[in-house]
């Protein structure tokens, strides 16, 4: 079998994480920064096989788009010209953040350690996937 990926995009930045081959367990990758997310899926699409990747839909509580969902769909465009065999699924990312804070809270990281945004949106990006294999 091959990989799921999944990404929390950003503006800035955009977590990521990936499961194991039989799409069990969900693991924290990287984060990268958002200007160079297609060269480096260019990158690992060369040297792992991934089915599937799962891009964030972030909501406000009333259901409506958030504002990065503008970009969110630029990138989608130039992802379907870059990789058009590697389909994507889009999941609800509600609340994700604010987990992955909590997460950080529970696994005892230190004060400091939880304000690494990077480490928050690769978590956020583990969770989306776990999520999805939970419901799979």
């Known amino acids: 079998m ?20 039989l799409q069990i367990i969900a693991s924290g990758l990287t984060t ?4 160079d997310l297609i060269g480096f899926l260019k ?21 409506s788009h958030s504002q990065v969902e503008e970009h969110i769909q630029k990138f989608l465009e ?10 994507v699924e889009r999941v609800d990312e509600r609340f994700t953040s604010k987990m ?7 696994s005892g990281l230190k ?11 690769e978590i956020s990006a583990t969770i989306i996937l776990q999520d999805y294999l939970n419901r799979k």
């Open 32 to 35: 990268v920064p958002t200007p």
């Open 2 to 21: 091959a990989r799921i990926l999944a990404l929390d995009y950003g503006t800035k930045r955009t977590g990521i994480a990936v499961t194991d081959e």
């Open 100 to 106: 992955a804070f909590q997460t950080m809270i529970d």
């Open 78 to 87: 130039t992802y379907a010209l870059e990789f058009p065999n590697i389909p």
């Open 43 to 63: 990158e690992y699409f060369t040297s792992e096989k991934v089915t599937l990747v799962l891009v964030g839909e972030p909501k406000q509580r009333d259901g």
């Open 111 to 121: 004060k400091q350690q939880r304000q690494n945004k990077a480490l928050i949106d």
